[in-house]
């Protein structure tokens, strides 16, 4: 996700988080209620990813976890069900957070995650998937979910990283960290890794997951296919799955934890 959804924002990100958002969740209206979880998770965490850092980070019932990035909500949905915490989630793109609250009922905040509205110490655990590597000011926003949480209290994360000094194709709005660039922003943020599992070391998502969220994208192309913002967001998701498959980009999966002092 975006750290903004101010007018620097790249056209395809806010296609793809704002507008093809809130697509998706009239799509899971035509489909039924079953098509949301797998649909909202899409790009964000497979059920294999989403439960290995649950566990890693120790969620558990009554957990109350911020979503920073959050999307249209899929992964804390997936936790919430799973684990029983209590997510807030926080997502600048203001479609993203109308699509989250008409599939999902839990607390939504339209904002920036430089700049979280939130006390210090509000949370018990904090995630961001996806997010980091859409952020120039890295440090910053790891900062912020720092000060979110208690001390002590998990930080996960999914990060896309750099296996090379310089990619063939730069995707608008993304800075991909290599994996040693990102441990050291961690560190100098204060967060302590505890674990780490690059993606492709866990199982995909299951065959009927993938089917239902196809049949969202089907539906949202059939009614928006010809609109360039629709074809925008398509060619970026085209561009960053390129990299993934010639492994040039991994997703890696962090478990971290606040430091006390």
Known sequence: MSDSASEETPESMADEFDTVAWWTASAVAELGEDHALPAACRGSGSPAGLDWLARSMGLTSGTRLLDSGAGVGGPAEYAARSYGVRPTLAEPMEGACQAARRLFDHPVVVSDGLALPFADET???????????????????????????????????????RAVDELPDQPDGNAFPSREELLAELSATGLEVLDETPLPDLPGSPDDWDAAADRVEEV??????????????????????????????????????????
Do not use: M
């Open 123 to 161: 949370f018990d655990a904090a995630w961001s998937l996806g997010v980091l590597c859409t952020i120039e000011d890295k440090r910053g926003y790891l900062a912020q979910l720092r000060r979110a949480v208690v001390p002590g209290g998990p930080v996960g994360l999914l990060v896309f990283t």
């Open 220 to 261: 949202v192309a059939r009614r928006h296919g010809d609109d360039e913002r629709w074809q925008r967001a398509q060619a970026q998701q085209e561009t960053i799955g390129g990299l993934i498959g010639d492994g040039l980009v991994v997703g890696v999966l962090i478990s971290a934890r606040r430091t006390k002092n």
